[in-house]
């Protein structure tokens, strides 16, 4: 059985009640319990209850609604341990658009959304569609880690190489701005621990290695027009997933780039 944890604002109280139902069939058949801040009894410590509970969850669905981005504590707390957590791989985060809110560029953006195509529940003609459009999503990731014996984070934390093809030669790009690209990269994505693979000769082609969501993140970036051409400061031509294509008159660069350091930890 997975444990799902509400991220919600009290104002969209309504929205998690009626999700609730839609997902009690999933809990009466064992697949799912569920737990939010209501569940608190009297006398609790309710800051240690929600931490508690959201460490232990397998699920975080965050109700997104102008609300819950205003909410202190919804964006600056639960969703930032949220997001820590699905990062690091201990517990997978669902954004569920309850209203119309621009959240193309908050924390989550990179992640996959409910309802399909992240088309708020709300503007929805039949809401009950809505509800059981999200209910099925939950329902797929659920089933699809179960059935696999792992968790709901394995299945979705993937590790693979990707690359970005930079216009412009080689030449144009001495060390200094290529530990600026990376720099801006690690500050887009989040991901701290990035650095260049390799480097293709005959144009300017950086390979990564990094989970599929540091991937996500750069690619849905790119899909907006010149929106992370302006974040890293050049020209990119494309964002793939996989080893680029070689050919012969640009082979791999025979000797390794001189690997730029991540920044120490902080503890």
Same mark, same amino acid.
């Given at each position: %059985? ?22 009690? !069939?999933?809990?009466?058949?064992? *697949? ?28 975080? *669905? ?16 639960? %969703? ?40 708020? !529940? ?29 968790? *709901? ?42 650095? !260049? ?23 849905? *970036? ?20 996989? !080893? ?24």
């Amino acid at each position: %059985m997975k444990k799902l944890f509400y991220s919600y604002s009290h104002a969209d109280s309504v929205y998690r009640d009626e999700l609730n139902k839609h997902l009690s !069939i999933m809990k009466r058949s064992g *697949l799912i319990s569920s737990w939010h801040d209501r569940c608190i009894l009297a006398g609790d410590d309710w800051v240690g209850q929600i931490d508690n509970n959201m460490q232990s969850s397998d699920l975080v *669905l965050l109700l997104v609604s102008a609300d819950f981005l205003a909410s202190d504590y919804c964006y600056d707390v639960e %969703m930032k341990t949220a997001l820590n957590s699905h990062n690091k791989g201990s517990s997978r985060v669902i954004p569920v658009i309850l209203r119309p809110v621009d959240w193309r560029y908050a924390p989550f953006a990179h992640i996959q959304a409910l309802p399909s195509d992240g088309k708020p !529940i709300s503007t929805w003609k039949d809401r009950d569609a809505a509800f059981n459009d999200v209910a099925r999503g939950i329902r797929m990731a659920v089933e699809s880690a179960t059935s696999g014996g792992e968790s *709901l984070a394995a299945s979705v934390v993937t590790t693979g190489e990707w690359y970005i093809k930079i216009e412009g030669s080689l030449a144009d790009f001495d060390k200094a701005r290529l530990d600026d690209i990376v720099a801006r990269l690690r500050s887009l994505s989040g991901n701290v621990q990035l650095t !260049i693979k390799d480097v293709l000769q005959g144009s300017v082609i950086l390979t990564f290695e990094s989970s599929i969501m540091t991937f996500d993140l750069v690619h849905q *970036l790119h899909n907006r027009q010149e929106t992370l051409a302006l974040k890293l400061g050049c020209i990119v031509e494309e964002v793939g997933w996989g !080893i680029p294509p070689v050919s012969e008159n640009r082979p791999l660069r025979t000797s390794q780039p001189e690997e730029i350091p991540p920044p120490p930890n902080k503890t």
